[in-house]
């Protein structure tokens, strides 16, 4: 039986659910508004978007490069190809899947570098990305120059993170699938998800650039967070594996730089954010224990750096977006 005063703490509870959504929008607009170089947040939280601003850049939709992002919507097309029967494991080799891609001076063991090695930036050659970007995308052939640079640790260990890694498992997917990663994304992800993805750069043998300079609305990266978040479903298909996302979201290896630990193409932080981190602050991110997506863009001619506006956007995602949950 319903009592007076059980009614009355209910009408009172009810009416103040709306105040304290406000008072959590208003806070979340005071963290965005203190944070210049942020472009637009989203937040949807289990089938509802409870935010969604763009106080600043293009809008959220208008294309935004999602720079290093791009390396965990690979990720993803990965695991659709093993998923397919394209690719056997993530323990098939180079040597395996695509032996044309081996220059003839190729580093020795790089024809033995696996999938997860590529994957999770663990493939142990020297990194291509940082100081070494430029002279890479410098080069007549960056599948070749990337596994051509001297092994600096064993595959399968260390994380080095490097762009190359990532461009050379597009490649990989590009032959073992017998289509470009442009057409592998847009029909794999942006088809069931409904969303468009532009061309982006290629490289002089004509492989798009697997790790860098995608690009996609901001409300298609939040798409593509909710298809993270729920398993690999959208919209009640089963779009990526769940097993894919399971494997993709537990940790393999450890940035040396943000001290997050990485699995397949993702970061995991200790809070239970799984997010891809692109140059500058793009952000794709999942919480699948507070069912919360989340996609945040940037200026991308900005630095993000762990210690610095990165961090900041992670107290972000750990303070007024989680207590959005």
Same mark, same amino acid.
């Given at each position: 039986?319903?009592?007076?005063?059980?009614?009355? !703490?209910?009408? &009172?509870?009810?009416?103040?659910?709306?105040?304290?959504?406000?008072?959590?929008?208003?806070? !979340?607009?005071?963290?965005?508004?203190?944070?210049?170089?942020?472009?637009?947040?989203? @937040?949807?939280? =289990?089938?509802?978007?409870?935010?969604?601003?763009?106080?600043?850049?293009?809008?959220?939709?208008?294309?935004?490069?999602?720079?290093?992002?791009?390396?965990?919507?690979? &990720?993803?097309? !990965?695991?659709? &190809?093993?998923?397919?029967?394209?690719?056997?494991?993530?323990?098939?080799?180079?040597?395996?899947?695509?032996?044309?891609?081996?220059?003839?001076?190729?580093?020795?063991?790089?024809?033995? @570098?696996?999938?997860?090695?590529?994957?999770?930036?663990?493939?142990?050659? *020297?990194?291509?990305?940082?100081? =070494?970007?430029?002279?890479?995308?410098?080069?007549?052939?960056?599948?070749?120059?990337?596994?051509?640079?001297?092994?600096? =640790? *064993?595959?399968?260990?260390?994380?080095?993170?490097?762009?190359?890694?990532?461009?050379?498992?597009?490649?990989?997917?590009? *032959?073992?699938?017998?289509?470009?990663?442009?057409?592998?994304?847009?029909?794999?992800?942006?088809?069931?998800?409904?969303?468009?993805?532009?061309?982006?750069?290629?490289?002089?043998? $004509?492989? /798009?650039?697997?790790?860098?300079?995608? &690009?996609?609305?901001?409300?298609?990266?939040?798409?593509?967070?909710? !298809?993270?978040?729920?398993?690999?479903?959208?919209?009640?298909?089963?779009?990526?594996?769940?097993?894919?996302?399971?494997?993709?979201?537990?940790?393999?290896?450890?940035?040396?730089?943000?001290?997050?630990?990485?699995?397949?193409?993702? /970061?995991?932080?200790?809070?239970?954010?799984?997010?891809?981190?692109?140059?500058?602050?793009?952000?794709?991110?999942?919480?699948?224990?507070?069912?919360?997506?989340?996609?945040?863009?940037?200026?991308?001619?900005?630095?993000?750096?762990? $210690?610095?506006?990165?961090?900041?956007?992670?107290?972000?995602?750990?303070?007024?977006?989680? =207590?959005?949950?």
């Amino acid at each position: 039986m319903i009592t007076r005063r059980l009614f009355s !703490l209910s009408a &009172a509870a009810t009416l103040a659910t709306p105040l304290v959504a406000r008072a959590q929008s208003d806070d !979340l607009r005071a963290a965005v508004a203190s944070l210049p170089q942020l472009h637009s947040l989203q @937040i949807r939280r =289990a089938n509802e978007t409870v935010f969604a601003e763009a106080p600043r850049g293009p809008g959220l939709d208008r294309p935004a490069n999602i720079k290093s992002c791009s390396k965990s919507i690979v &990720a993803l097309l !990965l695991g659709s &190809a093993i998923d397919r029967g394209e690719v056997p494991s993530v323990r098939a080799t180079i040597a395996d899947l695509a032996p044309r891609l081996l220059p003839r001076d190729a580093t020795p063991g790089a024809a033995d @570098i696996t999938m997860e090695d590529l994957v999770t930036l663990r493939a142990g050659l *020297e990194r291509t990305s940082g100081s =070494a970007y430029g002279e890479w995308v410098s080069s007549s052939n960056w599948v070749a120059n990337a596994l051509s640079r001297p092994m600096v =640790a *064993e595959p399968g260990t260390r994380m080095l993170y490097s762009t190359g890694s990532t461009h050379v498992l597009g490649a990989v997917l590009a *032959e073992a699938t017998g289509l470009s990663l442009l057409e592998q994304a847009r029909s794999r992800l942006g088809a069931p998800l409904g969303i468009e993805i532009p061309a982006w750069t290629r490289d002089p043998q $004509g492989y /798009f650039l697997g790790g860098n300079e995608m &690009a996609l609305r901001p409300t298609a990266m939040l798409k593509v967070a909710t !298809l993270l978040r729920d398993g690999g479903v959208f919209d009640g298909e089963q779009v990526i594996p769940t097993s894919w996302i399971e494997a993709s979201t537990r940790p393999h290896t450890r940035s040396p730089w943000s001290g997050l630990s990485y699995g397949y193409g993702w /970061f995991v932080s200790p809070s239970g954010y799984v997010l891809g981190r692109g140059y500058g602050g793009q952000i794709i991110a999942a919480h699948m224990g507070r069912d919360l997506a989340v996609a945040i863009t940037s200026d991308p001619t900005q630095p993000a750096r762990s $210690g610095g506006y990165f961090g900041d956007l992670v107290r972000l995602l750990d303070g007024p977006i989680l =207590a959005l949950s």
